[in-house]
């Protein structure tokens, strides 16, 4: 299995950056896709970055063109650079850790945009 853990979450003002982070631990080398997602208050989880093993990334189009995920070699912490940020996209971010046999959850880091 594989424990993942977020960082870099806080308050910012519209139009501003932030990057988070997460770090991962267990068999990190079975990891076959690792993911950001969010959950704004009243609304369901979405995706909002997705990067592959073979490096191909998946993004929402409302983030499309503002914010990006990357990863380290060692494949046990993967980073979410966000620009230009919105009030909309106040939530609460979570990463996430997928291979074929598990699909494994952060606790969640609070990002809040003010405008």
């Known amino acids: 299995q594989v424990q993942l853990v977020e960082s870099g979450g806080g308050l910012v003002q519209a139009g501003g950056s932030l990057r988070l982070s997460c770090a991962a631990s267990?068999?990190?080398?079975?990891?076959?896709?690792m993911g950001w997602y969010r959950q704004a208050p009243g609304k369901e989880r979405e995706m909002v970055a997705r990067?592959?093993?073979?490096?191909?990334?998946d993004y929402a189009d409302t983030v499309r063109g503002r914010f990006a995920i990357s990863r380290n070699n060692a494949r046990n912490r993967w980073y979410l650079q966000m620009n230009s940020l919105k009030p909309e996209d106040t939530a609460v971010y979570y990463c996430?850790?997928?291979?074929?046999?598990?699909?494994?959850w952060g606790q969640g880091t609070q990002l809040t945009v003010s405008s």
């Open positions: 990067l592959r093993i073979d490096g191909e990334t």
């Open positions: 267990g068999r990190t080398a079975s990891i076959a896709a």
């Open positions: 996430n850790a997928a291979s074929s046999w598990y699909n494994v």
